[in-house]
């Protein structure tokens, strides 16, 4: 099993430019998330799907749109990007009996 | 609304002896906490969490945690630290009864000296 993947790693974006982050998971777990990861701030979950067909915001979702394509899958979408969007994300995965998340290995944007 | 506080944004400790990382919390309900832990670029990985039951919980690579219900903490500890144990830690709690969000603290950085 993969686990948790994440594509790009690294992405580099002029402010304005749009861009998809895509999260894939193989685990058969219900429940995904994105969040984002700023020096001193700790993780901020920006949207979750609890369940396919389903999405919900988190503390910081402006700016930014989310797709639950399948049950495998959970896009992260920045429309337009802004210097203020310069971070790690993270997408998450949960084992809801164990109530465990598995993370990705991170997508790191830089939005000049 | 459920919240958690990492007092302290760094810690050191010398390889074998005891560690401790703090977390407070602020929760409606019955808490659900959790310790998660990023070594460097990688994604966070689960520790070790707390639902119901035994007030001290076990986890992986040896660490435990203790819960006070009286003290609302939950403060990771581990009887002696290893080089390998440097790495980011987030305690974490489960928003609202009946949801599957998560609120994360800011982190501490663990380091342990040779």
């Known amino acids: 099993n993969a686990g948790v993947t994440q594509t790009p790693k690294f992405q580099v974006l002029k402010t304005g430019q749009s861009m998809t982050l895509q999260c894939a998971q193989d685990?058969?777990?219900?429940?995904m998330y994105w969040y984002r990861q700023d020096p001193g701030m700790g993780l901020r979950l920006i949207y979750y799907?609890?369940?396919?067909?389903?999405?919900d915001k988190g503390e910081v979702p402006n700016g930014y749109n989310v797709s639950r394509l399948n049950k495998r899958e959970f896009s992260l979408r920045l429309e337009s990007a802004a210097p203020s969007q310069t971070s790690v994300y993270f997408c998450?995965?949960?084992?809801?009996?164990?109530?465990?998340?598995?993370f990705g290995p991170g997508t790191r944007l830089l939005v000049l | 609304a459920q919240s958690v506080a990492q007092p302290e944004d760094q810690v050191n400790v010398a390889e074998g002896n005891p560690l401790t990382v703090k977390c407070t919390y602020s929760?409606?309900?019955?808490?659900?906490l959790f310790w998660y832990v990023q070594y460097p670029n990688r994604g966070l990985q689960f520790l070790l969490k707390?639902?119901?039951?035994?007030?001290l919980v076990k986890g992986s690579y040896g660490f435990e945690a203790e819960f006070n219900k009286s003290q609302t903490s939950f403060h990771l500890k581990k009887p002696s630290a290893l080089v390998s144990d440097s790495a980011l830690y987030f305690c974490?709690?489960?928003?609202?009864?009946?949801?599957?969000?998560?609120?994360f603290g800011t982190g501490t950085r663990l380091k342990v000296l040779a």
């Open positions: 998450a995965s949960i084992n809801l009996l164990e109530e465990t998340q598995y």
């Open positions: 685990m058969n777990h219900n429940s």
């Open positions: 799907s609890a369940s396919e067909g389903t999405t």
């Open positions: 929760v409606s309900g019955n808490p659900y």
């Open positions: 707390y639902i119901t039951g035994d007030n």
């Open positions: 974490a709690v489960r928003d609202i009864e009946g949801t599957y969000k998560y609120i």
